[in-house]
């Protein structure tokens, strides 16, 4: 079985959105897929979904340093750690990073969310484009669409297919998959 865990000591950053995009794709292609909240957050929207013989374990963990991160990350065959293109999250984000890499030697995903087309997300993407540990990004715009999802308690591709949102979220999906050697969802054309 595969795990991903999806990490970041700030709370706020998409953690559980992003966990619950990641099961729903697996969801979509018929993998066997099981997903851990660990955060206890929002009982009623990503509330752990197991099953037997899942091919992959999604591991939503809580917004805050556990004594158990280290061994969550060690563990984990991919680690995605999402982050808001803000100044208050760079300090918890590159603390997240130093433990992860301390810890383990798992691909990482960053996965910036809420990126839009003004100066301080642009400033945090140069920045980012610097660090070395940086080589798997991934941009998930600012999106009604994403509101919606959760407000429907439903995965963003399934609300709005074509729109941005859902393209970034696909493209985290294959990304996080190709690493972790698991399928991914193929490009849907237009209809």
Known sequence: MKTIAVVCEKGGTGKSVIANELYESYVRQGVPASLYSLDGQYKDASSSKKVEDAEVAIVDTPGVLTDNLSDLVSGADVIVIP?????????????TVSIVTKNTNAPLVIVVNGTNRFRMCASFMAWLEKKPWAKNVVKVPQSEAIVQA???????????????????????CR???????LPFEKKQLKR
């Open 83 to 95: 982050v808001r293109p803000t100044p208050n999250d760079i300090e918890p984000f590159t603390r």
């Open 150 to 172: 959760q407000g429907m308690q439903k995965s963003v591709v399934n609300v709005d297919r074509h729109g941005a949102a859902a393209e970034a979220v696909r493209t985290m």
């Open 175 to 181: 990304k996080v998959s190709i690493l972790a050697g």
